[in-house]
């Protein structure tokens, strides 16, 4: 099975940078994607991690260490809409995805 | 605009009830799922389609049946539900979900409330 441990509530202030971890034991390893979600709406992708290292998109970036079962979303130059849940999750066989349990990301002026 | 599309956005029922959520893709996708979101729970993959076949239950009570007449389509049928079957539950597409990773796109949901 899978399992994964990223926190539960983060809280920054607009401009800031702030960096959501995310770690993971499975059974079975693709890649590492992270989702937003904001209150109300749909889970929508921002990015997918196959191998080691770092992918910038924008203000967002994700980094992953295969070796250590750990990723991270950074986002920079923090806004106030970017207050919502991320996800990270784990794309196992069959494209399937196991979610972590989201952090609650506010973003304060 | 997510190209996918879920009705009812809200719905309460009761334990003896039976009724239908569905899902319909705009996107030209191959693959369906269904999930469940609970309060303070990570979102559960509960059902996998590829082209129109089920390729995964996800240990799904069979109060939950699953439908997809085709590859736009999907539908979750609920009967005899209990209250912590509450929740939202999300529809989402990819291309073919057998080939490697295939970002999937969300539907709003339909958040259910069981009495």
């Known amino acids: 099975g899978q399992s994964l441990e990223q926190p539960s509530e983060v809280t920054a202030v607009e401009g800031a940078i702030v960096q959501i971890n995310c770690t993971y034991q499975t059974s079975g390893f693709y890649g590492l994607s992270w989702y937003q979600q904001h209150d109300g709406g749909a889970p929508t992708f921002l990015s997918y991690n196959a191998l080691d290292g770092l992918e910038e998109t924008g203000r967002f970036s994700s980094f992953l260490s295969r070796s250590d079962s750990y990723g991270y979303l950074l986002l920079q130059e923090l806004q106030m809409k970017d207050s919502a849940s991320y996800f990270c999750?784990?794309?196992?066989?069959?494209?399937?995805?196991?979610f972590g349990g989201g952090t609650r990301l506010m973003v304060k002026p | 605009e997510t190209g996918v599309t879920q009705t009812p956005r809200h719905l309460v029922m009761g334990m003896t009830n039976k009724k239908s959520l569905k899902c319909e893709q705009h996107?030209?996708?191959?693959?369906m799922y269904w999930y469940k979101q609970s309060a303070k729970k990570p979102l559960e993959l509960m059902f996998v389609?590829?082209?129109?076949?089920?390729?995964e239950n996800n240990s799904v009570p069979s109060r939950f049946s699953p439908e997809c007449p085709n590859s736009s389509h999907l539908f979750l049928h609920l009967h005899t539900l209990q209250p912590e079957d509450s929740a939202l539950y999300l529809c989402?597409?990819?291309?073919?979900?057998?080939?490697?990773?295939?970002?999937?796109?969300f539907g709003p949901g339909t958040r259910l409330t069981v009495l």
């Open positions: 989402a597409s990819s291309q073919d979900g057998r080939g490697g990773y295939n970002e999937q796109f």
């Open positions: 996107l030209g996708h191959n693959a």
């Open positions: 389609y590829n082209f129109k076949e089920q390729t």
């Open positions: 999750a784990v794309m196992g066989a069959g494209n399937m995805l196991t």
